[in-house]
């Protein structure tokens, strides 16, 4: 708002919350009058101060009037500890009036007359009008509140003023009269999930525009509301035109070979094994190989910390300060915020190597499940569009099992690749095993693999020879056992 609008621009006013902007298209529209709706504690007064002072620091001049016995000091006093508050614009751009002693005296005549001389006086473009049950409640009648509500419309309308009305009302409870009169309606909900409590907004009416649909995460917090569109609703588009023309390395010389020459650029490839089986080390080799060609690499993690990550680093010789590194401890996730937080990390860096590693912690962060498979399409498809090649991980419940379980399975027939880790008991001891389930456009080995991690990081061999048991975790050996004489990264055992 601070800078000139232009005429596009001219007909929105912005919400001063980023994501509730891109949720209306835009803003509201200027002269609009909206509903926002929600139960006590729902975040309304918070939403409503924020714009208010987001208004005012951008140029323009607001009103908050308040229908409610509560004081403007206490008001003021909670609002003075959220980042968005400017003890210096109250009084002067953004004046608070309590409306409710003239509602009672006289009624919603006089409210209307108090609304239509303070804001002239105040020459504001901004009107919050805090408590609207209020006003229902001293109307004579339907008639005359909806005469009321039709009178404020019209004039805010000719003065281009733009009107939140703020009411403590639950709209499953049914469709009032003033919500079929005003130009939107939105809706906020909090409910408890377990021990977490979850915020959602809902637009449930926008004339004169589109809008993202569905419900949308917010949180409050000491910057104030901070809303996260539905991932979907935002970046959900089709995969067309793009086709895979360069293979890059995986970072492993003899995987490579094995996959056809690497992975495509841009291309998603999952990795499925249970703990300890090498997946996260698999994934580093895949971005200390992106960062050695002057690839900007990411590993976004929910497992491993960052300090864990660099030791790990340390131990196979790779520098840890070639890769950005981001953490999400698993507790107290929005799925929306991740996939914002990633999609920025990738903008601000230019990334084009990406490890996730340990997506589960991803898929656990909604309270929806339902959205897990449409959230990692959309998410897949938007890192192929910025031509992000990825790598994922996904934890396989059982360490050791007749038949591996695939948790992965939708997220497998998302991404390009799939690749399997499992451990098997061969006599006395434990051995890894690598497999190539799926490759996207080429060919692919179709054997069962050892592999060992050395100092030197991941080491492929020959493949497994076995009679039965080769898919299980008790395969049994056809001939000698294979030795290990290959090196480090990228040969194979003979």
Same mark, same amino acid.
């Given at each position: 708002?601070?800078?000139?609008?232009?005429?596009?621009?001219?007909?929105?006013?912005? =919400?001063?919350? &980023?994501?509730?902007?891109?949720?209306?298209?835009?803003?509201?529209?200027?002269?609009?009058i909206?509903?926002?709706?929600?139960?006590p504690?729902?975040?309304?007064?918070?939403?409503?101060n924020?714009?208010c002072?987001r208004?005012?620091?951008? +140029?323009?001049?607001a009103?908050y009037?308040?229908?409610?016995?509560?004081?403007?000091?206490?008001?003021?006093t909670?609002?003075s500890?959220l980042?968005?508050?400017?003890?210096?614009?109250?009084?002067? =751009?953004?004046?608070y009036?309590?409306?409710?002693?003239?509602l009672? &005296?006289s009624?919603?005549?006089?409210?209307?007359?108090?609304?239509?001389?303070?804001?002239?006086?105040?020459?504001?473009?901004?009107?919050?009008?805090?408590?609207?049950?209020t006003?229902?409640?001293?109307?004579?009648?339907d008639?005359?509140?909806k005469?009321?509500?039709?009178?404020l419309?019209?004039?805010?309308?000719?003065?281009?003023?733009t009107?939140?009305?703020? @009411?403590?009302?639950?709209?499953?409870?049914?469709?009032?009269?003033?919500?079929?009169m005003?130009?939107?309606?939105?809706?906020?909900?909090?409910?408890?999930?377990?021990?977490?409590?979850?915020?959602?907004?809902?637009?449930?009416?926008?004339?004169?525009?589109?809008?993202?649909?569905?419900?949308?995460?917010? /949180?409050?917090?000491?910057?104030?509301?901070?809303?996260?569109? /539905?991932?979907?609703?935002?970046?959900?588009?089709? /995969?067309?035109?793009?086709?895979?023309?360069?293979?890059?390395?995986? +970072?492993?010389?003899?995987?490579?070979?094995l996959?056809?020459? +690497?992975?495509?650029?841009g291309?998603?490839t999952?990795m499925?094994?249970?703990?300890?089986s090498?997946?996260?080390?698999?994934?580093?080799?895949?971005?200390?190989?992106?960062?050695?060609?002057?690839?900007? @690499?990411?590993?976004?993690?929910?497992?491993?910390?960052?300090?864990?990550?660099?030791?790990?680093?340390?131990?196979?010789?790779?520098?840890p300060?070639?890769l950005?590194?981001?953490?999400?401890?698993?507790?107290?996730?929005?799925?929306?915020?991740?996939?914002?937080?990633?999609?920025?990390?990738?903008?601000?860096?230019g990334?084009?190597?990406?490890?996730?590693?340990?997506?589960?912690?991803?898929?656990?962060?909604?309270?929806?499940?339902?959205?897990?498979?449409?959230?990692?399409?959309?998410?897949?498809?938007e890192?192929?569009?910025?031509?992000?090649?990825?790598?994922?991980?996904?934890?396989? /419940?059982e360490?050791?099992?007749?038949d591996?379980?695939?948790?992965?399975?939708?997220?497998?027939?998302?991404?390009?690749?799939?690749l399997?880790?499992?451990?098997?008991q061969?006599?006395?001891?434990?051995?890894?095993?690598l497999?190539?389930?799926?490759?996207? @456009?080429?060919?692919?080995?179709r054997?069962l693999?050892?592999?060992?991690?050395? &100092?030197?990081?991941?080491?492929?061999?020959?493949?497994?020879?076995?009679?039965?048991?080769?898919?299980?975790a008790?395969?049994?050996?056809?001939?000698?056992?294979?030795?290990?004489?290959?090196?480090?990264?990228?040969?194979?055992?003979?």
């Open positions: 708002m601070s800078e000139a609008p232009t005429e596009t621009e001219a007909a929105r006013v912005s =919400s001063g919350i &980023d994501g509730l902007d891109t949720v209306l298209q835009g803003g509201f529209i200027r002269g609009g909206y509903i926002v709706s929600g139960r504690g729902a975040g309304k007064t918070i939403l409503a924020q714009t002072f208004h005012v620091a951008g +140029g323009g001049r009103t009037v308040t229908l409610l016995s509560e004081m403007h000091d206490a008001l003021l909670h609002m500890r980042s968005f508050f400017d003890r210096a614009a109250v009084g002067s =751009s953004l004046v009036i309590n409306g409710y002693t003239t009672s &005296d009624g919603l005549e006089g409210l209307l007359k108090l609304l239509r001389d303070s804001l002239r006086a105040q020459g504001a473009t901004l009107l919050i009008v805090d408590g609207l049950v006003a229902e409640v001293f109307a004579r009648s008639v005359a509140y005469r009321f509500i039709q009178e419309q019209t004039w805010v309308g000719l003065m281009g003023i009107v939140l009305l703020l @009411a403590s009302t639950d709209l499953r409870k049914g469709v009032k009269p003033e919500h079929t005003v130009d939107g309606i939105l809706e906020l909900r909090s409910r408890a999930q377990g021990q977490r409590w979850l915020r959602e907004l809902k637009v449930t009416k926008l004339r004169g525009s589109a809008f993202l649909e569905g419900r949308h995460a917010y /949180r409050i917090s000491s910057e104030g509301i901070s809303l996260y569109p /539905r991932f979907e609703a935002l970046y959900g588009r089709r /995969r067309e035109g793009v086709h895979f023309e360069k293979r890059i390395s995986i +970072g492993i010389e003899a995987l490579d070979e996959m056809g020459g +690497g992975v495509f650029k291309s998603t999952l499925l094994g249970p703990s300890g090498g997946k996260t080390v698999l994934g580093l080799h895949f971005l200390h190989a992106g960062a050695a060609a002057g690839e900007p @690499a990411l590993c976004m993690g929910f497992a491993e910390s960052p300090e864990t990550i660099r030791a790990i680093m340390k131990r196979l010789g790779m520098n300060n070639e950005l590194i981001e953490w999400q401890p698993a507790a107290e996730l929005l799925l929306d915020a991740i996939g914002y937080q990633l999609i920025k990390l990738v903008e601000e860096h990334v084009r190597r990406l490890l996730i590693d340990g997506i589960d912690g991803l898929s656990r962060a909604t309270s929806y499940p339902e959205r897990v498979p449409a959230f990692f399409t959309v998410l897949v498809e890192l192929c569009a910025r031509g992000v090649t990825t790598l994922i991980t996904d934890e396989a /419940r360490l050791f099992a007749q591996m379980e695939m948790p992965g399975l939708t997220m497998s027939a998302i991404c390009d690749n799939s399997t880790l499992r451990q098997v061969t006599g006395a001891q434990l051995n890894r095993l497999s190539i389930l799926k490759t996207s @456009a080429s060919n692919h080995s054997g693999f050892e592999f060992d991690i050395t &100092d030197r990081g991941i080491v492929i061999g020959q493949p497994l020879r076995m009679t039965k048991g080769a898919a299980t008790v395969p049994v050996r056809k001939g000698k056992a294979t030795k290990v004489t290959g090196s480090g990264r990228g040969k194979t055992r003979k």
